[in-house]
């Protein structure tokens, strides 16, 4: 489509929020970069389970929204102000909001280059999750070999990468996942031992696989259904690391249950505070670009979808029927 002779871009935007059906894919005006900006085309967009939050309100935004986080494309334009980055260069960032879109502008400060070994699927798919399995492992409980951890999930998109840099790390994994097709998955990233924690209760399986000791740390993405059997899991002094809720925000929880658990530490982290520097962030995702590049870390993308189908991504991921990586292809 054409206004005054050129070409209307399009994006998915939320107009309401709600359920997967609000998300509405509409041209948008053709952007501009400004100060410190960068005009990209977008090759992929990631799908990250925040943007169902963003979507749906519960972290609510100003309206319309242009959703969408994380990306990798190539620079088409570079504003006033930007150094170290010229058009034509391949990009990938994890928190330009509107990336579900065929282009969007990215602030150079959080735009990382992609290495050559690297294409862009594999590029957009590494940033938020693999930035947030990285700092989980190396910072905010950060592992060391001999370690027991609880990693649940483990066949989603975080929950791969964070199996693979844990094993990495040198812990012993044990996994949870739902089904026997996201066994082998979690089984294929390293895990040690994994539960179905859909049939069987896992907090008594977990304190079985360690001889009644628990674990150094759990890893929970989950939320509400498991932060309870997650605390029971713990070994005295060990690390809640609850880092996200799938299946619903946890409610308040008294301190005194931290002391009952075993003198055990909850933090509820976010990436934002563990990429807080530029070099912070070129250290983790150089680090995560290099493994990927030398094969030492997969980054597996689950499922392709154009960016019309953008309310099917959330319906899948929603509905736990995903795997790894969704991305948006525009
Ligand atoms: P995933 O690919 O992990 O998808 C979510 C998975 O959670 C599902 O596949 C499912 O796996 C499991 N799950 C368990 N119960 C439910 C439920 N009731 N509804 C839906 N899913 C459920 O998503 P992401 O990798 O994008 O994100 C994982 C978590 O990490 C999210 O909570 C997200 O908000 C959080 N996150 C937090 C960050 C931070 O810095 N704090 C950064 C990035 C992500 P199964 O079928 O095996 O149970």
Same mark, same amino acid.
Request: no cysteine; net charge negative.
């Given at each position: 489509?054409?206004r005054?002779?050129?070409?209307m871009?399009?994006?998915?935007?939320?107009?309401?929020?709600?359920?997967?059906?609000?998300?509405?894919?509409?041209?948008?005006?053709?952007?501009e970069?400004?100060?410190?900006?960068?005009?990209?085309?977008?090759?992929?967009?990631?799908?990250?389970?925040?943007?169902?939050?963003?979507?749906?309100?519960?972290?609510?935004?100003?309206?319309?929204?242009?959703l969408?986080?994380?990306?990798a494309?190539t620079?088409?334009a570079?504003?006033?102000?930007?150094?170290?980055? *010229?058009v034509?260069?391949?990009? *990938?960032?994890?928190e330009?909001?509107?990336?579900?879109a065929?282009?969007?502008?990215?602030?150079?400060?959080q735009?990382?280059?992609?290495?050559?070994?690297?294409?862009?699927?594999?590029?957009?798919a590494?940033?938020?999750q693999?930035?947030? !399995?990285?700092?989980?492992?190396?910072?905010?409980?950060?592992?060391?070999?001999?370690?027991?951890?609880?990693?649940?999930?483990?066949a989603?998109?975080?929950?791969?990468l964070?199996?693979q840099?844990?094993?990495?790390r040198?812990?012993?994994v044990?996994?949870?996942v739902?089904?026997?097709a996201?066994?082998?998955?979690?089984?294929?990233?390293?895990?040690?031992?994994?539960?179905r924690y859909?049939?069987?209760?896992? !907090?008594p399986?977990?304190?079985?696989?360690?001889d009644?000791?628990?674990?150094?740390?759990?890893?929970d993405?989950v939320?509400?259904?498991?932060?309870?059997?997650g605390?029971?899991?713990?070994?005295?002094r060990?690390?809640m690391v609850?880092?996200g809720?799938?299946?619903?925000?946890?409610?308040p929880?008294?301190?005194?249950r931290l002391?009952?658990?075993g003198?055990?530490y909850?933090?509820?982290?976010?990436?934002?505070?563990?990429? *807080?520097?530029?070099?912070?962030?070129?250290?983790?995702?150089g680090? +995560?670009?290099?493994?990927?590049?030398?094969?030492s870390?997969?980054?597996?993308?689950?499922a392709?979808?154009p960016?019309?189908?953008?309310?099917k991504?959330?319906?899948?991921?929603?509905?736990?029927?995903?795997t790894a990586k +969704?991305?948006?292809?525009p």
């Amino acid at each position: 489509k054409t206004r005054m002779g050129t070409v209307m871009p399009k994006a998915v935007l939320v107009r309401s929020t709600g359920g997967p059906e609000v998300l509405e894919l509409t041209d948008v005006e053709p952007k501009e970069p400004g100060p410190g900006q960068l005009l990209v085309a977008v090759a992929a967009a990631g799908v990250n389970y925040i943007d169902t939050y963003h979507r749906s309100g519960l972290y609510p935004l100003e309206l319309p929204l242009a959703l969408g986080l994380e990306g990798a494309g190539t620079v088409t334009a570079v504003g006033p102000d930007v150094t170290g980055f *010229a058009v034509g260069d391949r990009v *990938a960032w994890h928190e330009s909001p509107g990336s579900y879109a065929e282009q969007v502008l990215v602030a150079a400060e959080q735009a990382v280059p992609v290495p050559e070994g690297v294409d862009d699927e594999t590029a957009a798919a590494t940033m938020l999750q693999g930035l947030t !399995a990285h700092y989980l492992v190396t910072s905010t409980y950060p592992i060391h070999a001999g370690d027991t951890v609880l990693v649940h999930a483990a066949a989603g998109g975080v929950g791969q990468l964070l199996v693979q840099l844990a094993k990495s790390r040198g812990a012993r994994v044990i996994a949870t996942v739902s089904t026997a097709a996201k066994e082998e998955l979690a089984r294929a990233a390293g895990a040690d031992e994994v539960i179905r924690y859909s049939e069987v209760d896992f !907090a008594p399986e977990v304190r079985r696989l360690t001889d009644g000791v628990g674990v150094n740390a759990v890893y929970d993405g989950v939320g509400k259904d498991t932060f309870d059997g997650g605390l029971a899991s713990l070994k005295p002094r060990g690390f809640m690391v609850l880092y996200g809720g799938a299946s619903g925000p946890v409610p308040p929880v008294d301190p005194q249950r931290l002391n009952a658990a075993g003198s055990v530490y909850l933090t509820r982290p976010r990436l934002g505070a563990y990429v *807080a520097t530029r070099e912070e962030l070129e250290w983790r995702a150089g680090e +995560l670009f290099a493994a990927v590049a030398d094969g030492s870390l997969k980054v597996a993308v689950g499922a392709r979808y154009p960016l019309a189908e953008a309310r099917k991504a959330h319906e899948d991921l929603e509905a736990r029927r995903t795997t790894a990586k +969704l991305l948006l292809i525009p």
